[in-house]
């Protein structure tokens, strides 16, 4: 299984030269060659997470792609495009769609603050291999992680809680995603600390820029 990391909370997961979609949001470069693309999997409604204009460069020449998305991100799809086929997903639902096995976990977006509202947001697991929380820390009880992709920065965030999140789960590889509202340094910085408190757990960190891939 291939991961290729975009540009800040973007995902694509190849296997059997099938494509696997999550978060392709604002913060992304337009997506060029989606053909293979058999799922989507929408964390929530923000749009740094997911656009119109994104998800039409996926669904336009795949046919027969799933969607998935909590309730929150299925409503916002729905008001722009009404003919497209979304399955609303929430913790402890899973999915098929071959070659991946998909699971949710996770219910709400976390705290930002007191006077906005919290939002759905679900975590995946692909393949019971690779988990991206979304907009959340929520830990998979009862799976144990190989691949952690770890936010990096966000106004409902701080460092030190992306460290305990990576040291609770104790991945066996992890790396940074989110990160578009960083500078270089704020990158390499928290690249440093993801690194650390990941061997600390045993595991290994990558330092994946936008376009690189790793195979798991």
């Known amino acids: 299984m291939k991961l290729t990391k975009l540009e800040h909370a973007a995902l694509i997961v190849e296997l059997s030269g099938s494509k696997l979609y999550i978060d392709p949001g604002s913060f992304t470069t337009a997506l060029t060659d ?5 799922a989507v999997v929408i964390t929530h409604e923000h749009a740094d997470h997911w656009t119109p204009e994104q998800l039409h460069r996926i669904v336009e ?7 998935f998305a909590p309730a929150g991100a299925a409503r916002a799809i729905a008001a722009f495009d009404a003919d497209l086929d979304v399955t609303t997903v929430q913790a402890d639902d899973t999915a098929i769609v071959e070659p991946f096995y998909l699971r ?65 789960i104790k991945p066996r590889r992890s790396f940074s995603t989110h990160e578009m509202l960083l500078s270089r340094a704020g990158k390499d910085l928290s690249n440093v600390r993801f690194q650390n408190v990941t061997e600390l757990g045993g595991g290994e960190f990558f330092a994946l820029e936008p376009g690189d891939s790793i195979d798991l």
């Open 61 to 67: 020449i795949n046919s027969d792609l799933r969607i």
């Open 104 to 168: 949710f976990f996770g219910a709400t977006h976390a705290v930002i603050h007191e006077s906005l509202p919290v939002i759905d947001n679900v975590g995946v697991l692909v393949n019971d291999e690779l988990y991206y929380a979304g907009d959340a820390f929520t830990i998979p009880e009862g799976v144990a992680v190989g691949t952690l992709a770890v936010p990096a920065a966000a106004p409902w965030m701080k460092i030190s809680e992306a460290m305990d999140y990576i040291f609770a």
């Open 34 to 38: 989606t053909a293979g693309a058999v």
